[in-house]
Each structure stands twice: as C-alpha cells, then as structure tokens.
C-alpha cells in the first residue's frame, strides 16, 4: 500500500474584505497552480523538499503574491526578499534575505542549505553565491508591478503577502519553505520571520512542517514556527492542538497573521487570526481544499 502524501500552501494573511469576486477567483487559481506544482512531484515519488521548492517558485513568479515578482517595495522605492527552506527528515536548512536580483529566492535558499556549510546568507553576498550555482538574476525592474508601487506612495504599511508550502513525500518526509518581499514602506535592510529558521520556517520529522505569514516581528519573538513544533514533541499535543495554541500566543505581542502545518500523519492545519488567509492544501485523503476566508 503506497504511503500517504499531502501538501498545503499559502500566500499571505491580513485584511481582505477589498476583495472582488474576481481578485478571490485570481488569487485562487494562483494558490492552485502552486498546489498542482507541488502535488504532482508527491505523486510521481518526488520528494517534499522537490514538492515545497516547486509549489513556492510558482507562487514567487506569479505577481499577485508578495514574493518574488510580486514583491512590495520598502521606504527607498526598492525590493529587498527573503526566503527559506528546510528539510525535516536530517534538519538542514538554509536561507536568504535582503536580496534584490535574485528571481527565485526560495531556490536560493535551497542552493545554501544543500552547497554551503552555512544557514542564512544575506544581501550582495547572497547574490553572488547564487550567481556562482547557476541561479537567475534579473534586473530590478523585474520585480515591479504598478500596483505594489502605488500602494507604497499610498502609505500602505502593512502587507501579510508571504507565501509558504508544506509537503509529505511517501518516504514519510516533511519539509517547509517560505518566501516573502516583507511589507510595503519596510525599512532598507529590515528582515523578518521568513528566512529565520524556528520564526517563519521550521520542519521535523519527528513532529511537523510549519510556514508562517503575518506580522514578522511578532514570530520572531515567539520563535512560532518552532513553538507548533516543541509543543507536539514536548506536550505530546496533537497538530491541531499545537498549530492552535502557538498562533494563539500571538496576542501576547499584539500579532496577527496564520500559518500552514503538517504531520507525518499527513495532518493539515492551517489556522489564522486575521481577516483571512489565502490558503490550499491537498490532504492524505485526496480532499482538496482551497479557500482565503473563514
């Protein structure tokens, strides 16, 4: 009897009530095509490192998400991303963060946890070593969309765009990965939880997956990700039960935002406290389910 698979994805929270039909119907397709990218790697016996990497390289290229192509522009008028990966079967890890040419920063991310000794690179640095792994670099104007440009001279300082995945190969394998370009008017230089290992990022076979998005600072301080985690392995709680009680903590920091979990079991959990989540999952048991509210 093959083993089980399931993989879940996400491509921000935060408040979505300006929403049209339409915009629901295209962020939609989106989260999608990034589940379809992933789900057919599970289902040919590809790996969830494959299977995370692909779901997030769709969703960095698809302009809607604030990631990649898509990325929001700081205080300066420019694009700084950030983006990890991990693999929970030997818990390597590696990531990226305040780069501006890098097109697929979660590849990057990869290339250091896989070809380097190091965890997390950052900026000029970045950049050249994903230049010396064969990674594509594009000129800033890639990144730039009209409508990210007006919502910086807008004002608009808030932006819950990450975008994440969660898988289970049927080796039993977790991983996780993140990608963001942060929140519109950031300062230069400014990184949050996406590239942080334990914040936005965590995977271990010996508990869950966890790719978070929200208010950056309030996962760092919370260490979040890893929180879902330690309380499965140190409290015996279920995914549920963990994925619930560490989003929960986020009052203690006045934080908002949700996040994308899964277990060995292929146990889904995606539990948000903002106005919505645009988040899409296929479950062990073949159910699909994509939604952004409630």
Known sequence: MAKRIAIAVHGGAGVMRRLTRTQQS?????????????????????????????????????????????AVYTAAGTHELDASIMDGAKLRAGAVAAVSRIRNPVLAARAVMEKS??????????ESFAR??????????????????????????RHHGTVGAVALDRGGNLAAATSTGGYTGKLPGRVGDSPLIGAGTYADNASCAVSGTGWGEAFMRLALAHEVSARMRHRSESLAQASNA?????????????LIALDRKGNIAMPFNS?????ACVRADGRRIVKIYR
């Open 117 to 126: 000794p190091h965890v997390l690179l950052v900026g000029k640095g970045a």
């Open 246 to 258: 560490a989003l929960k903590s986020l009052t203690r920091v006045n934080g908002d935002g949700g």
């Open 132 to 157: 010396q792994h064969g990674l594509a670099l594009v000129l800033a104007r890639y990144f730039h969309t009209e409508a990210r440009l007006a919502a910086l001279n807008k004002g608009l300082k």
């Open 275 to 279: 106005e919505g989540m645009l988040r």
């Open 26 to 70: 295209m962020y939609c397709s989106g989260l999608e095509r990034a589940l379809d990218a992933g789900y057919a790697i599970l289902a040919s016996g590809g790996t969830s490192l494959d299977a995370v990497s692909a779901a997030v390289v769709a969703l960095e290229d698809d302009s809607r998400f604030n990631a990649g192509r898509g």
